[in-house]
């Protein structure tokens, strides 16, 4: 297979359960494929009129019910608890400041950043808009908390944020996790949804064949 000129685009959000759901099969198949550069944009998920406290989105515990009977995903007894007290503020927005802070200084790491922040909330609980989330994620991949806090509480993330939503408006994407294969200037959906490992694998072998 020549994967010359080739790259990896994945666009999320981080308050997307399906996309928390499908973080670990990412996560194997780009371990089998280190040569394949990986960029992650943030889509925006809940950002403008969207944005709007967890109770807004009745369909959500039914929703993650089916991702964890589909992929295994865990969702953890705190964030279980913001859940059923319905209140936290779903914020693309600030989640994808954050994620563009982390994102700043370890960008050969950003889907790792990107499975920590989901954890951070899926399973601990954590809200994505309070720097403390992100001094412990920066603290757990051994970058600078100082740094990363700074970064996200300054302008330079929220035109980071906007360039990702630009960039995904530019692609026409409107669903979250979305994989796409870049060859040259063409762009490839490679994958999404509850597709495992292994599916996107015979997918990119596929679209190379």
């Given amino acids: ?3 010359e000129g080739m790259s990896l685009l994945y666009i999320w959000d981080a308050y997307c359960g399906w996309c928390y759901g499908f973080s670990r099969s ?3 198949f780009h371990a089998k494929h280190p040569e394949l550069s990986l960029t992650v944009l943030s889509g925006g998920l809940f ?3 969207r944005k709007l406290p967890i109770d807004s989105f009745p369909h959500i515990p039914e929703a993650n ?3 964890s009977q589909l992929t295994g995903a865990e969702f953890g007894e705190s964030y279980q608890t913001l859940l059923e007290e319905g209140g936290i503020l779903l914020d ?4 994808a400041e954050g994620f563009a802070a982390l994102r700043h200084f370890a960008p050969d790491r950003a889907y790792h950043l990107a499975a920590s922040m989901q954890h951070k909330f899926y399973y601990e609980g954590k809200s994505l808009r309070d720097p403390e989330t992100y001094r412990e994620i ?5 970058l600078d908390p100082d740094a990363v806090e700074a970064r996200f509480e300054s302008v330079d993330s929220t035109a980071d944020a906007r360039a990702d939503f630009a960039k995904v408006q530019q692609l026409d994407i409107h669903s979250y996790p979305t994989l796409l294969l870049k ?5 490839i959906g490679l994958g999404g949804g509850v597709m495992t490992a292994e599916k996107i694998e015979a997918r990119l072998e596929q679209i190379l064949s």
Avoid at 138 to 142: F, G, H, I, Q, Y
Wanted: no cysteine.
């Fill in 26 to 28: 990412l996560g194997e």
């Fill in 47 to 49: 950002a403008g009129e």
């Fill in 92 to 95: 693309s927005e600030a989640a």
């Fill in 65 to 67: 019910k089916r991702i």
């Fill in 1 to 3: 297979m020549n994967k």
């Fill in 183 to 187: 060859k040259g200037d063409e762009v």
């Fill in 138 to 142: 920066a603290v757990e991949n051994r």
